[in-house]
């Protein structure tokens, strides 16, 4: 089945200029911070999200307030589209006291209970069950509020992954369930890996309800939000999205990406890139001119600059944040 595509008919202005802000600020910043990581100021893992900018803004346009998400370590671009600050979110990928996390989660573990944003997670499919409970409690506190649990093409044959999928259904958990494929998972083709042409289908064994869509077109994958959202806050239950993205860069930025061709990442990025697709509807229909989009660039480079120095000058963690965020304090 081919990911769905959807109607350019009824698109406002507003929501194209939206959608690619969004969408550059995540592609300016992820950009930005590969720069820092190679200056040697961002220590340890670095997983950017070049490429699949379209997955999170289209379905963070899908969201109302309240509603929560949770994610893997490619995580820069759903923090930034939730609504999280440049600012502390370079911070926390350079271990300063100034990012969401104190300094001391990084790239992988990150938080803002104020954004409903509980973390990306270095383990592998480990937070798919976590966004399984984010949905429980929700569904006990009877608020209509849906959670995002993403995850990638790799982890999908991880097995906890279908225990989730079994309490989800067997519950009627307000959970999307969000399969970010990118093809490669570390560096695996999923036609070497997967056993079936189309990952959301094994929701079928369950009862659950999904569908792929195109990844790299924000449109479809916010009409494709809207109706996983509408299923799940009606009280039918979990639902399977299957993005069907594609990562420019490698895994991380150790990975010389080797398992692939130089023309296949170009012919991507000419053919499908989701920004482009976008700007081109912005000038097609004569919203915008190409100077206004350069005023935009420019303001969001600014911003990603801003993060850059907010980063440099902020203070690196005192040693008695050790001892911290440790324990929870329960009033007896």
């Not at 499919?125 to 984010?134: E, F, H, K, R, S």
Request: net charge negative; glycine share 10%; aromatic share 10%.
């Amino acid at each position: 089945m081919a990911a769905k595509k959807t109607s350019k008919a009824n698109v406002s202005k507003e929501q194209l200029l939206h959608f690619y802000r969004e969408m550059l600020l995540i592609r300016r910043f992820e950009e930005k911070a590969g720069q820092l990581y190679g200056m040697g100021l961002i220590g340890g893992f670095c997983h950017l999200y070049i490429g699949q900018e379209a997955v999170v803004v289209g379905l963070e346009a899908a969201a109302e307030e309240g509603d929560k998400r949770v994610t893997s370590y490619r995580d820069h671009g759903h923090m930034l589209a939730c609504g999280m600050e440049a600012d502390g979110v370079m911070a926390e990928l350079t271990g300063r006291s100034g990012g969401y996390s104190k300094g001391k989660g990084g790239s992988m573990h990150m938080f803002s209970k104020e954004k409903h944003f509980y973390g990306g997670h270095g383990i592998v499919g480990a937070q798919v069950p976590i966004g399984a409970g984010l949905a429980f409690a929700d569904k006990y506190l009877d608020n209509s509020r849906v959670t995002f649990a993403y995850f990638g093409d790799g982890a999908a044959n991880q097995g906890q992954v279908y225990e989730t999928f079994n309490m989800a259904a067997l519950w009627d958990l307000p959970v999307v369930f969000v399969i970010e494929n990118n093809q490669y998972a570390m560096g695996t083709a999923q036609q070497r890996s997967t056993s079936s042409a189309e990952i959301y289908e094994r929701g079928k064994a369950f009862g659950i309800p999904g569908e792929a869509v195109d990844g790299m077109d924000v449109l479809a994958v916010k009409a494709a939000g809207d109706t996983a959202v509408a299923h799940c806050r009606s009280g039918k239950g979990p639902y399977i999205l299957e993005i069907k993205t594609y990562r420019y860069r490698g895994h991380s930025m150790s990975d010389p990406a080797k398992y692939r061709t130089r023309e296949e990442v170009q012919k991507v990025r000419e053919e499908k890139d989701a920004i482009e697709h976008v700007r081109d509807l912005l000038l097609t229909g004569k919203h915008v001119s190409e100077d206004d989009l350069k005023a935009i660039d420019k303001i969001i480079k600014a911003i990603v600059n801003k993060s850059a120095e907010f980063a440099k000058d902020s203070p690196e963690p005192a040693l008695e944040e050790l001892w911290t965020d440790i324990y929870a304090k329960v009033e007896a």
